[in-house]
């Protein structure tokens, strides 16, 4: 008996929707206040039939539109072509260079990797992660929905709530105009959830390098999990000063962008500890090398947002610690993710297993 291979896919057209979702608890930070969610979201049709999916969360609405531009754009460049994301990132990195791969082009030519992969393992019918060299065993996740910049009585309520669906950590954001309101806040959360729950705290890069420091010596006897960006995400050498003089572990990356930028941290040990961004670190591909570079100096890589995706890419991190979940795109998601004793698995569905809700996307759309 011979064997057949599957056909091979061939790229036929993109198709964005741009929704803005309602978020259950809104977010304060100290870089902006947001009440609903701008997502962009992927179709990558096949000549074989095959779909793959994918969606980004655009921070701006500016963005939603701009990234879907740029996407619609790369689609007529590889129109036709295999789907082999390897080689299309290698193609339209060159299309690209020159208006540069970062920002709203990086994410775009993200977007369209990530729904290249999604294609390729639905047509092999595994979860994407199993497709990897993974497997489908639950991982550690933390909420990360809502604990904005709020009074501390405010915080240690949403912080309760937030661990009703299962969880056994979350994230508090700080960087309150007064560094003792930070204090008040942080020691309400601890002593409302107790010490078994991991709270992480986030800055937004809203401190300076004194600032920074001050403020996490301050927290330090309150067993928080890691501190967060800070600074500016681009100065490593501030980090490190940070991250050498405090106890609680440094945690940064959500804006590296591409996976070399992985390099420049563990090589100048800027942080303990690294979250990727599954748009800015380049898409699946991207992630992959940023993630055997993280590896080879053996630092702890988490995800940032895009839980449904990010799930995925844990399950083959070498130096796999937490996944961030957020409830965003739950209403424009037949299935969202099941959250079990605090940690949430890949669905054993096939690619991604990203099947969208008619009826939610409906309801949210704003292109
Ligand atoms: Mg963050």
Known sequence: ??????????????????????????????????????????????????????YLFCYRDSGARAIAEVIREAAELINGMEAAPGKIAEFLGRRYALLGVTGVARMALAAIDIALWDALAVAADMPLATFLGGNLDPLPAYNSDGLGLMPAKDAAEEAIRLLEPGFNAVKLRLGHADARVDLEVATAVRAALGNDVAVMVDYNQGLTV?????????????????????????????????????ETPVQLGENLDGPDSVFDVVANRAADYLMLDIARIGG?????????????RGVPVSTHLFPEISIHLLAVTPTAHWLEYTSWADSILEEPLQIVDGKIAPPNRPGLGLQWSKAGIERCRAD
């Open 284 to 296: 699946v591909s991207g992630w992959l090398r940023g993630a055997a570079i993280a590896a080879a």
């Open 1 to 54: 008996m011979t064997s057949v291979a599957r056909p091979l896919l061939h790229i036929s057209a993109i198709r964005t929707r741009f929704v803005k979702v309602p978020m259950k608890f809104p977010l304060g930070t100290t870089a902006a206040r947001m009440t609903a969610a701008p997502l962009l979201l992927i179709d990558l049709e096949t000549k074989e039939g095959v779909v793959g999916r994918s």
């Open 210 to 246: 004194p600032d920074a420091i001050q403020r996490g010596r301050a927290l330090d006897g309150l067993n928080i999990y890691w501190l967060e960006e800070q600074i500016r995400h681009s100065d490593l050498a501030g980090y490190a000063a940070i991250a050498a003089a405090l």
